[in-house]
Each structure stands twice: as C-alpha cells, then as structure tokens.
C-alpha cells in the first residue's frame, strides 16, 4: 500500500511509524491510507471523548471528565490497534499453517514435480492467507523471476522472524544444491515445533495473566476506590471541628490524592498490559490489544468501589 497521504508531507514520510504501520495494513488488506487512518481515529476519538465529556456532564455525574479522558484513550487505542491485531492474527495462521505447506511440497519434489509445481500445489490447497501468499509467488515465478527471488516475496510480505528465516534456509539450500526435499521436511518439524512451543508458553503463562488481569484490572482499582471513599468520608466527618482555611487545605489535598490514584491506576494498567504482553507473547507491542480492555475494567471497577463503599459507609457522593 502506498503512503499516497505520507509521500506528499515530507517530514511524515520520514517517520518510521508510519511506515511500519502501512505494512500492518497492508499486511491485515485494510485498504486505507495509513495517515488517513491515524486522522480518523484521533477525530473519532476526540468526538466520543467529548460527547461522553458533555452528555454525562449533563447526566450530572461528577466523573464526567475523567470518563470522557478514558472514552477517548480507549477508542483511539482501539482504532489505532485493530489493523495490527488484524495483521498479527493473520501472520499466525501463516505461522500456523506453513509447517503442512513445506510437508506437502517436500511430498510433491520427492514425487519427482519441479519447484513452480510445488509451489502450485500449495497455492490450490485450502492455507489460509498462505494461500494468496503462494499466488503471488507464483506470479513473480509467471513473471520470469528465478525460484530465490520470488519466494523472497513471502518474507517481504509476511512480517514474521519464523517465515523469514524459513524463507532463507531454503533458498540457502537451493544454492548450496542440497535436496529440497528432505531440507523441507526437516524445516517442517522444526517450524511445527516452535510453533508448538509458542502455543504451550500461552498455556503455561495462563494462570499469570489471569492474576495479572485480576490484581491489576480490578482489585488494586477497587482498593483505592475504597481508600477515595474512606478519604471523603474523613473530610466530611471533620467538617465540624476544622476551621475554613483547614478545610480548603483538606479538600486540595483531597483533589490532589484522587488525580493521584486516577494517574497510578492509568500507569499501573499500561505497565500490567506490557507484561501480559511480553510474558504472553513475547512481544511489547502487542499491549496495544490488552491495554484498552485494562483500562477500561480498571477504571470501571474503581468507579464502582467508589460507589459501593459510599453506599455502605454512607458518605460519598
């Protein structure tokens, strides 16, 4: 996909995000202009912000702009992110796929069918993405391109280290003259292996995202939504016995501690969303997919802790 916005704003152009984020679409076939996107996403996200600002505000709820700061962190991030999950779903079914792929074409060259029959025969078989994959290789092959530089189109294409080195390992046997045939099969198991392994980190590390989810999106939120209501409460209680000059004091500090736990649940929600991230998947990135979820199960227990605990204590309002 071409950065048709991008191309034209020089300094734009030059900025990496942009780039990568044009290979994810490209990668998820999301057929809009990267930068166009990014415009669409924060203005829709400034919209639902305001409107969620301004109609809750109405609502006479007191929250309203600590709501419409979430509504818009959440849809932006959201927007922003969906094309990279789109594009990480679809590399992991590449992933997924690719060790049958090499199986059937390690099959088809022992069967006595040359490298462009291989590749078709894949390209026909039901792979997923993989398959569109090996129809562009197959072009390139169609074109007059040699064997090593169209499969090369696979490893452009497709953003993943597994595929790349994959890729180079076959087109380094080609060279070397060694037998495909038994080169693919032993890339095959080695391929379905990591992938296995990859799959049974997600199954092993269950439990600790799970905990982190728990601690993280909701229990450390409520803590401190009990905390902000036992804080009112005190306040309200020494109403009576404190001066004024002491209770405008008190209800600075008071203002001061609430932006300060609102500040720590936001911070504490996108570190949890890194490690989930990393311990998942191996990869920081792929926060941008919890951290919303987070930070809107976080925040929503916090304001019901605020809730609850003012109902039971009778205090806050």
Known sequence: MALRLASKI????????????????????????????????????????????????????????????????V???????????????RIEEIEEALPDALRQMADTLKAGGTYEYALREIATSEYGPLKKEMNEVLRKLEEGENFDNSLKTLSENVDSRLVKRTITIIIDSVRAGAGLAGVLEEISEDVR?????????????????IFMFAAGGAIAPMIFGFVSTITHVLLTASAGVASAAEQASAIKALGIISISIEAYIFIETAITSVMISIMRDGKAGKSIIYFPILLFIAYSAYIAAEILSGLLVGGAG
């Open 193 to 209: 292996e990591a992938f296995r392994i990859n799959k049974d980190r997600k199954a092993r590390t269950a439990m600790q995202v």
């Open 75 to 89: 849809v932006i991030d959201l927007m922003i992110g969906y094309p990279y999950l789109m594009a990480v779903k």
């Open 10 to 73: 020089p300094l734009i152009n030059k900025i990496q995000f942009v780039q990568k984020y044009a290979d994810y679409l490209r990668s998820a076939e999301f057929r809009v202009d990267p930068l166009l996107w990014i415009m669409l996403s924060v203005l829709a996200s400034v919209i639902i912000g305001l409107g969620a600002w301004y109609f809750l505000g109405q609502a006479g709820i007191t929250r309203n702009i600590q709501v419409g700061v979430l509504a818009f962190v």
